[in-house]
C-alpha cells in the first residue's frame, strides 16, 4: 500500500503522518529548500510564514473548537504545536522555528515514509495522491492541477507582518498588558494619542507599495488578512476600528484611554523576537522602516523580517471536491490545505487530518468521513464543497457556516452562551459519530 503526499506544509505533513499512522507507506514530496517560494524562508517542513499565532484555543471561539475537534480526530502535529507555545493570551501562538524542527524530526524518522526533495510537475492519477502544494505552489504543477481539473484557478494576495526585536523597544513608552486585563500580560503595546496617530497614518497612505507584476493586478484579498494599507484605505479612523483599535489596553501607568494602540506579539520561544499584529503590509522595506519606526516606542526597532506580500493560489473546490475532500473526477485523487479554499493555519492542518484519514480509508476499502455539518470540521468541508456558490472565496472556521442550535432566544441573543450551546452540541455529535465508524 502506497500514497504520494504533494507539498509538506502544515496538510501535508498531517497527511503524512495520518497515512503512515494506518501503516500506509508515503511517498512526500517536497521542492524546498531547492525551490524557494518566495515566502518561505527553510527547507523545514509545516513552516508558519504569515504570523505564529493559531488564534484562539477556547473552545466557544469557532478556532478554539476546531483545535478541540482536531484533537478528538488523533492529529499529529496539535501536541508539538503545544510544546512549541509561547505566551500569546487568549491566542494559541508558537515558537515556529521549534515547531517546525519537530515536525520535520518526527516525520524524517517515521520508516513509513519517505520523503523525496524535489518539484512535481505533473499528477500520477494512477496512485492515491494527496495534493497539498499550498498557496504557493509552483507553475508547472499549478498548470498541471489546472489541466487535471479542467477550471480556473482563482488568486488572492496575502501579505506577511514584518517582525523586530525586543530589545529594540522603548518601554518607556510601550507597556505588557493583555485585551481587558485578561491572562498574563503576553501582548506589548505601543500606544498613540491622536497626533501620533495622524502622523502614522499620513505617512502609511502616501507611501510607495511594491509594484505588482502585470498578472497579478486584479488581486483578490482575503478579508482576514488584509494589508494594512488596504484597510487604511477605507478611511482615517478604519485602522483604529481594526488592527489598532485601543479598547481594553490602558497603561495602568497613566491611565490614559489612547487613541490608538499597535500590538506586538512574541514570536520565538526565548521572547527575543515580536510580530506587529494585524500588520502585514505590502510596503516597500524603506516606507516600512519608516512607518514602524513612527510609532511610539518604536522609534528604534530593529525590524529583522520585513512585511512582504505574495500570490495565493486556491482551487475551486465547490466544482471540484466533494466533502470528504476527495476529487469529483478522479477518486485517486484528493486535495488538502489552503489550496482547497481553507484558509488558516489551523483549518489547513484540519483539512490534512481528514485528507490523511480518508486517503487511508479509501486504500483500505473503508467509507469516507464525510463529517456531521453540526461539528466545526464537517461545517467547513461542507461549506468548501457546496455545489452552489456562485463565487467562491476561502473562508476560515466560523459559527455562520454551523447549522442554528434549538435554544431560547434570551440564550440565542447572548453570543458566549450561544457558542457554547453550540460547541458542546459539536463536540457530543463528533463523539457519537466516531463511535458509529
Not at 507597556?175 to 502609511?204: S, V
Request: glycine share 8%; charged share 20%.
Amino acid at each position: 500500500m502506497k500514497a504520494i503526499v504533494i507539498g509538506a506544509g502544515l496538510a501535508g505533513s498531517e497527511a503524512a503522518l495520518q497515512l503512515a499512522k494506518q501503516g500506509i507507506y508515503v511517498d512526500l514530496y517536497e521542492m524546498r529548500p531547492d525551490k524557494q517560494t518566495g515566502a518561505h524562508k527553510t527547507g523545514n517542513f509545516a513552516e508558519f510564514v504569515c504570523s505564529n499565532s493559531l488564534g484562539s484555543y477556547d473552545i466557544t471561539n469557532a478556532s478554539g473548537l476546531l483545535k478541540h475537534e482536531m484533537e478528538f480526530l488523533g492529529s499529529e502535529l496539535m501536541p508539538l504545536i503545544m510544546e512549541s507555545q509561547v505566551p500569546a493570551g487568549g491566542a494559541l501562538a508558537i515558537d515556529r522555528v521549534l515547531f517546525s524542527k519537530k515536525v520535520t524530526d518526527k516525520i524524517l524518522s517515521n520508516p513509513l515514509i519517505k520523503v523525496i526533495r524535489q518539484e512535481v510537475n505533473s499528477i500520477n492519477t494512477d496512485i492515491p495522491t494527496i495534493i497539498s502544494s499550498g498557496p504557493l505552489t509552483s507553475e508547472s504543477l499549478s498548470k498541471s492541477i489546472k489541466e487535471f481539473l479542467g477550471e480556473n484557478y482563482l488568486y488572492f494576495f496575502d501579505a506577511i507582518a514584518p517582525i523586530i526585536e525586543k530589545n529594540s523597544i522603548n518601554f518607556d513608552k510601550a507597556f505588557y498588558l493583555n485585551r481587558y486585563n485578561k491572562g498574563n500580560k503576553d501582548y506589548i503595546n505601543c500606544p498613540m494619542n491622536k497626533e501620533e496617530y495622524e502622523n502614522f497614518y499620513n505617512i502609511l497612505i502616501n507611501s510607495p507599495k511594491i509594484e505588482l507584476k502585470s498578472f497579478e493586478k486584479n488581486a483578490k484579498f482575503f478579508e482576514g488578512c488584509l494589508p494594512i494599507e488596504v484597510i487604511a484605505s477605507r478611511g482615517v479612523d478604519s485602522l483604529r476600528f481594526g488592527p489598532l483599535k485601543p479598547v481594553g489596553l490602558i497603561d495602568e501607568r497613566t491611565g490614559i484611554t489612547n487613541y490608538a494602540v499597535v500590538q506586538l506579539r512574541q514570536d520565538d520561544k526565548q521572547a527575543n523576537l515580536y510580530n506587529l499584529v494585524g500588520f502585514q503590509t505590502n510596503l516597500k522595506w524603506g516606507s516600512q522602516k519608516e512607518l514602524i519606526q513612527s510609532i511610539p516606542g518604536l522609534e528604534n526597532a530593529n525590524i529583522v523580517r520585513y512585511g512582504v506580500m505574495h500570490r495565493n493560489t486556491f482551487i475551486n473546490s465547490p466544482k471540484t471536491l466533494n466533502s470528504a475532500l476527495q476529487s469529483r473526477k478522479n477518486p485517486n485523487i484528493f486535495f488538502a490545505g489552503q489550496i482547497t479554499g481553507t484558509e488558516g493555519y489551523t483549518e489547513s492542518i484540519a483539512s490534512g487530518l481528514l485528507a490523511g484519514i480518508n486517503m487511508a480509508r479509501y486504500i483500505n476499502n473503508k467509507p469516507l468521513l464525510k463529517l456531521p455539518n453540526e461539528t466545526m470540521l464537517g461545517a467547513l468541508m461542507s461549506y468548501i464543497a457546496y455545489e452552489g456558490h456562485t463565487s467562491f472565496q476561502p473562508i476560515n472556521s466560523n459559527w455562520g457556516i454551523m447549522p442554528p442550535v434549538n435554544a431560547d432566544k434570551k440564550i440565542l441573543k447572548n453570543k458566549k452562551l450561544k457558542n457554547e450551546l453550540l460547541a458542546d452540541r459539536a463536540i457530543e455529535t463528533l463523539k457519537n459519530f466516531l463511535n458509529t465508524i
